[in-house]
């Protein structure tokens, strides 16, 4: 795991010394994801220069150093992740009477590439990757990025200048860079919380999206690939469904898990995992213990609140395996030594709030380990998440209702406020009602007012429903939710497709990325190997969710290791009580960054509207923690990225 930057200049008039130099400056800004070293290579009658950040994973030695050129001469690499498969291809190479220098998987890649071309070396790729590839011989630049978005890869053509690199500070760095927001992208932001590819914060930046190839030649634009496409798999998966009983079925994930844990433990460093005590990360390290002959090293984090404590569930999972077990407990105090370091780790604004455990959960383990496994990618494979059950059951009973009798019952709910509603409640001789019974109302009233499905499935994803009413000047761009699974008959699979696309590279990859690579610990995720992404879309729908349960398939191959009574419980997510804590310990900094003067000479957000739900979160009689926490996160981003004079003028025709 490691980061690259570089850039291939307008003008080969520029000096190898100045390219250089301005390589370095890049380079810099990413020292964090390898400490291990660093390099550069440099074309001065080109105008291109690569640069590379080393954390050694595999082969420590200096062989393994980056960018690396084929034997040949004709290409050159700067690579970020990991191949797992780099052993395979190395013997087929090598049969072929191919030598090599080292045991690295860069040496591999590269070697690869010149022997069977770029498109036919992604294919056959199992890891995670993201990589820059120089052809000195045709001069043109290759960018990859690996089929499901594990590692990032961000370009730009600014004043005739391709930047590319691994986050954008990098590219920030380059004096050809400008670092004006794009409005409509920050739009966006606020419905989902991050930004959506193939958008970024910055106009003219540009997120590389999954299993794509971009070759820039010159000034044209640039070729895409597509080597591996999630929408393809998931269709043709759909539509050759397994016919296998269920015992053939769970032998069968079990043995291409096993195998995808069994190649990621893979590395020259000392190798650990995240363990909450859920199935997906249960099931990661009890594969794992499975095939180590001495305790694995396991690590997880508690809540002292009530409602996401998951400690106590992991340590009886790790005590049941016999890993080596580590556990933290996090207090407010955490959270606010994590929380003024997050706008520059992230880079844009980024407003999954769990993004404060998956740092210090990282951090914890870097004191011990280099390479971590995690669970990611469960839920989205296996059905897993509550939204697809809510979702799915929700439509069943509202698609036989008139639009027009929803539509009315919306309208009578929003006309009493929600402070209102709970003081009715309150008269009522009940108990166990829910908090803020009000606040639940008028989100019952969002879901009634839902034209279809899609409709309801975009308001279970959104924080802000009308984002472009928050952003002045906004308009936010329609992407893969409006409309990209509509061949998809079932609501569920179309939910899985959807998320499988957006949010798991855009959020919850993006998160395990910063937040690990923040303190140069490498995540690792087998769950999705592409190869169990593949074998996961043939398997039919009632073994992947039966009883009103999800992932009941790979609950099957996780009891063969580890007691039903250990991880049978409801799922916890991973969030922290930003709720109470903005009551409390985040209130002053909350305040600062909510300052209603501040906010209108940024010109960019709606003043009042922030304040206002800033005021009914203070007062109760709301639960707005989710977007305010959009808002301080875009807030604090802002402060440490921007300056005034940077941010792009309101349009003339904005109100």
């Given amino acids: 795991m490691c980061g690259f930057c570089g850039f291939v200049a307008s003008s080969s008039s520029r000096t190898a010394v100045g390219l250089e130099a301005a390589v370095r400056r890049m380079n810099a800004t990413i020292t964090h994801r390898g400490p291990d070293g660093d390099g550069v290579w440099v074309d001065g009658a080109a105008g291109v220069a690569l640069a590379h950040r080393r954390l050694a994973i595999v082969d420590l030695s200096p062989l393994g150093r ?89 370009w730009a053509r600014m004043d005739g200048t391709l930047l590319f690199g691994s986050q954008p500070k990098a590219l920030r760095a380059h004096p050809d860079f400008r670092a004006d927001i794009d409005r409509d992208a920050l739009s966006a932001y606020f419905r989902f919380a991050y930004v959506p590819a193939p958008h970024s914060i910055y106009q003219g930046v540009r997120k590389q999206e999954p299993g794509t190839i971009l070759t820039f030649r010159g000034t044209a634009e640039p070729e895409r690939t597509v080597y591996w496409d999630l929408g393809a798999v998931v269709r043709g998966g759909i539509a050759d469904r397994l016919d296998l009983s269920d015992k053939d079925a769970t032998d069968r994930l079990e043995a291409l898990l096993m195998d ?76 606010l030594a994590v929380i003024p370091k997050l706008a520059e780790w992230y880079d844009e604004p980024f407003a999954d709030s769990s993004q404060i455990p998956t740092f210090l959960v990282s951090e914890m383990t870097r004191r011990s380990v280099t390479v971590a496994l995690s669970g990611d990618g469960g839920d989205e494979l296996f059905a897993g998440y509550n939204r697809y059950f809510l979702g799915s059951k929700l439509w069943r009973t509202l698609a036989p209702l008139p639009a027009g009798l929803r539509g009315a019952a919306a309208g009578l709910i929003r006309r009493v406020p929600p402070g209102r509603w709970d003081a009715l409640f309150g008269l009522l001789p009940v108990r166990g009602l829910p908090r803020l019974p009000g606040d639940k109302l008028h989100k019952l009233a969002a879901v009634l007012s839902a034209a279809g499905p899609d409709a309801l499935y975009r308001d279970l994803v959104s924080q802000w429903k009308e984002p472009d009413a928050l952003v002045l000047g906004g ?32 959020d919850i990859l993006a998160k395990v990325d910063r937040a690990s690579m923040a303190v140069a610990l490498e995540a690792r995720v087998p769950l999705l190997d592409h190869r169990v992404v593949e074998l996961a879309w043939r398997l039919p729908g009632h073994q992947k969710i039966r009883d009103g349960k999800g992932k009941w398939l790979l609950r099957q191959v996780l009891y063969r290791h580890v007691p039903p009574a250990l991880v049978e419980r409801p799922k916890m997510g991973f969030g922290v009580p930003i709720d109470s804590w903005l009551r409390g310990p ?50 604090a981003w802002q402060r440490h990225w921007q300056k005034a004079p940077e941010a792009t003028p309101l349009p003339a025709d904005a109100a």
């Fill in 260 to 335: 995808a844990v069994g190649r990621q433990m893979v590395a020259d460093v000392p190798l650990g995992a995240f363990l909450s005590g859920g199935i997906d990360s249960s099931t990661v390290v009890a594969l794992m213990q499975a095939q180590s002959d001495r305790p694995v090293r396991s690590f997880t984090i508690g809540f002292k609140e009530a409602g996401f404590d998951e400690a106590v569930d992991a340590r009886a999972v790790a005590a049941h395996l016999g890993t080596d077990h580590t556990e933290l407990t996090v207090e407010p105090h955490h959270a």
């Fill in 475 to 506: 308009r936010e761009p329609h992407g893969a939710v409006w409309d990209d699974a509509r061949g998809l008959s079932d609501f569920v699979e179309r939910m899985q497709y959807l998320d499988a696309a957006t949010y798991l590279p855009d």
């Fill in 66 to 154: 980056q960018p690396m050129e084929s034997a040949d001469g004709r290409w050159v690499i700067a690579f970020n992740g990991e191949i797992y498969n780099f052993q395979d291809l190395r013997a087929e190479l090598e049969a072929k009477g191919h030598t090599f220098r080292s045991h690295s998987d860069t040496e591999v890649l590269v070697e690869a590439c010149a022997a069977w071309g770029v498109a036919a070396t992604a294919r056959r790729l199992i890891g995670i990757f993201a990589f820059a590839l120089w052809d000195r011989q045709e001069r043109a630049l290759h960018l990859v990025r690996d089929q499901l978005g594990i590692k990032p890869l961000y």
């Fill in 586 to 635: 985040l209130r002053d900094w909350a305040e600062d960054l909510l300052d209603e003067r501040a906010l209108r000479e940024d010109g960019l957000l709606d003043a009042a509207q922030a304040r206002r739900l800033w005021a009914e979160h203070l007062s109760g009689t709301r639960n707005w923690q989710y977007r305010l926490w959009c808002v301080l996160m875009f807030q």
